[in-house]
Structure formats: C-alpha cells, structure tokens
C-alpha cells in the first residue's frame, strides 16, 4: 500500500476541501475528494442518501466507497466529517496516507456551517452541532498522524503549514 498519500479528516465546515484542493495544487499532486466520490457512485447527493438509507445505512455506503479508493500515485484525499465512524475505512485511510487533522474550535465551525442539513451532514435527530463536535473530536484526534490547528489562521497558513509537513 503507498503511504505517501495525505488524508484529510475533520468537522464539516473544517475546510477540508479548500484546504486540500490548494495543498494538492501545491504538492502537484492529485486531490479526491471523497464526498464527491459518493455521489458520483451512487448518482444522489449526500442529504438523499441519509434519508433514503438513515445514518447507519449511509455510514455503511461512505465506508464501502471509501475502503475502495486506491489512489494510482500521490494523492490528498478529503473526506467527509463521519468517514471516523466506521472502522474499515478510516483503517483503509490509515494504511494509504498520513492523516491530518484540521481541528477547529466549536464555535468557529458552526458559524462557518449554517444549515447543516443542507451540507448532508451525519447528525442525529436530537442530537446539536454541540453534540457532534464533543463526538467526533476524541475520534478525529484518535485517527490523526497531525492535528493542524486552524484558529486565527487563514487557510493559506493552513496549506503553507502542510506544504512545509509534505513537500518532498
């Protein structure tokens, strides 16, 4: 399995696609974004598979795709914010890249979100943004090779960070 990859992993609204587009660009290497990969796959957009299929139902898709991807040479692949929940693909993702954690405090993420139903964002019915974030930190940071803290930066600082952490 080639390890030279970058995965990039974090809350919705982290800037993981921003962020990995523009480290992609600048490593001249190749990006996938892995939203993007489901809904090519299955023809439907985030938001219809949750509610077509529920969270599990959906959490089971996104690891099916996920545990798939075999990039073909030097990749910064972006993942959704519930890639973490299921084992085989964050396991996937560990054996084919460095992870990196783009960690964000809670209230910067939520001003930056909205609508996090219309972002397709895998969130309980009773559960808030406050309840997410508390979730899936332990687990984003758990994952991480590299915890990226984005407060008072810019996402070019972000990059340029990364771009010191990769450029071989």
């Keep these: 399995m080639r390890k030279d990859n970058v995965v990039i992993i974090g809350m919705p609204a982290s800037g993981k696609t921003t962020v990995g587009n523009a480290l992609a660009k600048r490593l001249n290497c190749a990006f996938i974004d892995t ?8 023809a439907s957009t985030l938001q219809k598979l949750i509610a077509d299929n529920g969270i599990d139902g959906f ?22 914010g519930s890639a973490i929940y299921r084992e085989p693909a964050i396991e996937h993702l560990r054996s084919i890249g460095r992870i990196v954690y783009l960690r964000a405090g809670e209230e910067e993420l939520y001003e930056r979100l909205h609508h996090p139903e219309e972002r397709g964002v895998v969130i309980g019915e009773n559960m808030s943004f406050h309840d997410l974030y508390i979730e899936r930190a332990p687990l984003y940071e758990r994952y991480a090779d590299v915890i990226i803290d984005e407060d008072g930066k810019h996402y070019g600082q972000i990059v340029d960070e990364l771009v010191r952490l990769f450029k071989r």
Excluded at 59 to 80: N, Q, Y
Aim: aromatic share 0%.
């Design 59 to 80: 959490l089971d898709i996104e690891s099916g795709i996920i545990s798939a991807i075999e990039p073909a040479r030097r990749t910064v692949i972006s993942t959704g």
């Design 35 to 42: 939203d993007a990969v489901i809904k090519e796959k299955t």
